[in-house]
């Protein structure tokens, strides 16, 4: 059953309240001089997660630059218990329905050899079907460039079997780094 997109209109920073993974690191509340806020204020990106057809799998992910890579914290909910690919895939556009749209995992360095980058991690989702997952990576950007995911969308799919299936998919946006440190707990 199709969801409505209701979840989109919250702005992202409320949802990150919700989430909080833990306490703000100390100098979160100290930091916003002029001098100081280009390189204390590091990029943030989110993706909220819309089920796809005949699925009710949603959440958010959530990115953000810190010590020189790119912290990634996911929740998702709806999900039959087990593990799922959370991944970034090429394009930002999960309108098709089936995340076919979101075209191919993203995989900036044609890596026939190694692992995508666009390939974050597996989530687990437990008993009430929620998955929580933090990682930091740095094989992905927010800075323009090659490795940079934003605009593109996340991809909660299937782990393995015959049939992968995209359950949901939410496309890549920018978010402004204060706002989100403000509520987050990043
Ligand atoms: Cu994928």
């Known amino acids: 059953m199709k969801k409505t997109a209701r979840r989109g209109v919250v702005p992202v920073w409320m949802v990150f309240l919700a989430l909080s993974c833990g306490p703000a690191p100390d100098e979160d509340v100290s930091t916003g001089s002029e001098a100081g806020a280009e390189a204390d ?17 949603e959440g958010i992910v959530a990115f953000a630059e810190m010590g020189g890579g790119i912290h990634v914290m ?13 991944h970034v895939h090429e394009m930002g556009d999960c309108s098709s329905g089936d ?11 044609g890596s026939g050899s190694g692992t ?56 890549i946006e920018p978010q402004a780094a204060g706002a989100m440190r403000e509520g987050s707990g990043f």
Do not use: K, W
């Open 41 to 57: 204020a590091g990029l943030a990106a989110a993706a909220i997660l819309h089920p796809t057809e005949g699925n009710d799998t």
């Open 74 to 86: 996911a929740h998702v909910t709806g999900l039959e218990p087990g593990r799922y690919g959370l």
């Open 99 to 109: 995340g076919t749209s979101a075209g191919a995992i993203f995989d900036p360095e």
């Open 116 to 171: 995508p980058a666009g390939q974050l991690g597996e989530i687990e989702a437990d008993e009430s079907g929620m998955a929580h997952f933090m990682t930091d990576l740095d094989q992905i950007a927010l800075s323009e460039g090659p490795r940079s995911v934003v605009g593109r969308s996340v991809v909660i799919m299937t782990a393995g079997g015959e049939t992968v299936a995209s359950l949901a998919c939410g496309v």
